[in-house]
Nanobody, 111 residues
Framework: VQVVESGGGLVQSGGSLRLSCAAS????????MSWYRQAPGKERELVAA????????TYADSVKGRFTISRDNAKNTVYLQMNSLKSDDTAVYFC?????WGQGIQVTVSS
């Protein structure tokens, strides 16, 4: 089983990034796929989640209207489109898929 995030990096305030989470080795598709983040000195927090099937989404209040979670079942991939990024979005972002965590990917927003 593997859960691998990609797409992070350094971006200026107001910019955009798209994170991807590619899963492999799972025999069943999980009901909920999620993105979390952890900033330095803070606890890990839920950013967004999506159900499968149904595609029902939920977002942290701090990212509503700016972030969009989506999935591509054919590719076993979950995405997080992040727009209008702020310095407060700087964190390590983690994918949670089928009870497994990815290794995390750094997102840094410069002001």
């Amino acid at each position: 089983v593997q859960v691998v995030e990609s797409g992070g990096g350094l971006v200026q305030s107001g910019g955009s990034l798209r994170l991807s989470c590619a899963a492999s080795g799972f025999t069943l598709r999980p009901y909920i796929m999620s993105w979390y983040r952890q900033a330095p000195g803070k606890e890990r927090e839920l950013v967004a989640a999506i159900t499968n099937p149904g595609g029902v989404t939920t977002y942290a209040d701090s990212v509503k209207g700016r972030f969009t979670i989506s999935r591509d079942n054919a590719k076993n991939t979950v995405y997080l489109q992040m727009n209008s990024l702020k310095s407060d979005d700087t964190a390590v972002y983690f994918c949670h898929y089928g009870g497994y965590w990815g290794q995390g990917i750094q997102v840094t927003v410069s002001s």
